[in-house]
């Protein structure tokens, strides 16, 4: 049987390149998601399949809702410099918190896009309750925050509030306050106990006053005595805290 192109429409490829910018993702309460398995992700948590356009023969061409298209369309509408063949468009829903007794996590205006989706992947390993976004951290459903986070997105709780909001919610679910910034203690020092919050800094300014004022405890990732590293990336200092903190046990009683 001959598979029929429907090759896309001025109103389509509008559609798509909106998503590509912030305000439209806003506006329209969707997101674009690519490569098989990040779809297959969010196909699997149930998040809402809004469009799926893919290529003849290529990865999902015989899902049901399947759009097939030119090559050379996707390709246009691609975000990737080797498009992979598919592209879904996501509508945005709000994953349930099930658990406020283990640890959740701050992004403090971290904003390279790499950076966020690798944290998102990390609070996915360790099983973090949530991750809180607050202003000034890059949008959660930006493209390349969807990429590196490789599926871990769609399993991930989020919160989006202001700082003030968040501390008001830390201390009604009992939550100590860890800040991650220069010149604190070794996490293997402090007591890291759950119900807890892992507050992660800017990439150049590290963690704004007010988190560390309201900090309960300071951590730092002990450095070499003769290194002359200056930091650690956000997303390298951030696997080795939630470690530090969830996956060892504490040495303090």
């Not at 691609?78 to 709000?94: N, V």
Request: aromatic fraction near 6%.
């Amino acid at each position: 049987m001959e598979i029929q192109l429907e090759p896309l429409s001025k109103n389509q490829r509008s559609q798509v390149r909106a998503l590509w910018r912030k305000k439209g993702r806003e506006t329209a309460r969707q997101f674009l998601v690519e490569t098989p398995k990040a779809i297959a992700e969010f196909l699997a948590a149930g998040w809402p399949l809004v469009r799926l356009y893919g290529v003849e023969g290529g990865p999902m061409s015989d899902h049901p809702k399947v759009h097939i298209i030119p090559p050379r369309d996707l390709a246009e509408i691609s975000g990737q410099e080797h498009p992979q063949g598919i592209l879904a468009i996501f509508g945005q829903h709000d994953l349930p918190i099930s658990s406020h007794q283990g640890w959740a996590m701050v992004l403090d205006r971290v904003q390279d896009p790499g950076n966020v989706g690798t944290l998102l992947r990390l609070a996915d390993w360790f099983g973090v309750d949530y991750v809180a976004m607050p202003p000034g951290t890059v949008d959660a459903f930006n493209p390349k925050v969807v990429q590196s986070s490789m599926g871990s997105l769609a399993r991930v709780p989020l919160v989006f509030e202001e700082p003030e909001k968040l501390l008001t919610r830390f201390q009604q679910e009992g939550r100590s306050l860890y800040v991650a910034d220069l010149g604190g203690q070794d996490p293997l020092h402090l007591p890291r106990k759950a119900p807890a919050v892992l507050v992660l800094g800017n990439e150049g300014q590290g963690p704004s006053e007010e988190w560390l004022h309201a900090a309960t405890h300071i951590l730092s990732i002990p450095r070499a005595e003769l290194s002359q590293t200056e930091s650690l990336n956000v997303g390298t200092a951030g696997a080795i805290a939630l470690y530090a903190c969830m996956g060892l046990p504490s040495t303090i009683v």
